[in-house]
């Protein structure tokens, strides 16, 4: 049984992390589920984006299995680390955009999920935070690589070193999320924002998040040649000679085979 529910509709793939009772925890075979889900969306012709989850109304993801964690040594630590931070990479590489529709608490590692989402929207009552520094850890699924690109060094050095708690507003006004919305409104947004993005070249978005991801870690030179490498090749593809002849011909593009 998987601890990952799927349904697909219309090109968008909604995932829900379905361990309710646990506030979505994330142990070894949660983790395990969610990256071949998120596989399974990439290498599925019928998905353009995906929306990410948690079940029930508390939780998005409140972290990592405390219990679980309480048992480990350094080696078991390692491999934990390790898995987990394969798992946020598969997100944030992957060339269909995920959305992440934070539902409740995002802590822990259920921040750093959300964090390698391309596009975050938060209901009213979320809360984000990186509490690991209370239990004598820190984080170690990229929270302390992707929150300081996020809202800065500073903003990232206070949040990770208390360990205290941002609620949904805060994370808008320090660049965390993209949208706060009513708890009722949560789902309607992140569809809102999907479909948006498939009325667009599915090439043209995979190839602009792979300069976006590449550019942050190069210089802007670097970052220029790849974003001008990508945007000629691109020249090449029927995707392009779609969208262009449409609008010059005042019609929608078929990027999908839709009208």
């Known amino acids: 049984?998987?601890?990952?529910?799927?349904?697909?509709?219309?090109?968008?793939?909604?995932?829900?992390?379905?361990?309710?009772?646990?506030?979505?925890?994330?142990?070894?075979?949660?983790?395990?589920?969610?990256?071949?889900?998120?596989?399974?969306?990439?290498?599925?012709?019928?998905?353009?984006?995906?929306?990410?989850?948690?079940?029930?109304?508390?939780?998005?993801?409140?972290?990592?299995d405390i219990k679980k964690m309480q048992s480990m040594g350094p080696e078991d630590a390692l491999a934990f680390g390790q898995s987990g931070q394969k798992m946020t990479l598969t997100i944030e590489n992957s060339p269909k955009p995920v959305i992440a529709a934070v539902n409740g608490f995002a802590l822990g590692g259920g921040c750093e999920i959300s964090m390698a989402c391309h596009i975050r929207v938060a209901s009213e009552s979320a809360l984000f935070g990186q509490p690991e520094v209370l239990l004598g850890i820190l984080p170690g699924w990229g929270g302390t690589q992707r929150l300081p690109r996020l809202v800065g060094p500073g903003m990232a050095n206070e949040i990770i070193t208390t360990g205290r708690m941002v609620t949904a507003l805060e994370a808008k006004s320090i660049g965390l999320v993209n949208y706060v919305v009513a708890p009722n409104e949560l789902m309607n947004k992140c569809f809102k924002i999907a479909n948006q993005i498939l009325k667009n070249g599915p090439e043209a978005v995979a190839q602009s998040l792979h300069c976006i991801r590449k550019g942050a870690s190069v210089s802007r030179e670097e970052g220029l040649a790849i974003e001008v490498e990508n945007f000629s090749k691109l020249f090449g593809t029927d995707e392009a000679k779609e969208g262009l002849n449409a609008f010059v011909g005042k019609r929608k593009p078929k990027f999908r085979g839709n009208a």
Do not use: W, Y
Not at 21 to 41: F, R, T
């Open 1 to 64: 049984m998987s601890f990952v529910i799927k349904e697909i509709s219309d090109h968008i793939a909604v995932l829900i992390i379905n361990r309710p009772e646990a506030l979505n925890a994330m142990n070894d075979k949660v983790v395990s589920d969610l990256e071949m889900a998120v596989q399974s969306c990439i290498g599925d012709d019928n998905v353009g984006v995906v929306i990410l989850t948690g079940a029930g109304d508390k939780a998005f993801v409140a972290g990592a």
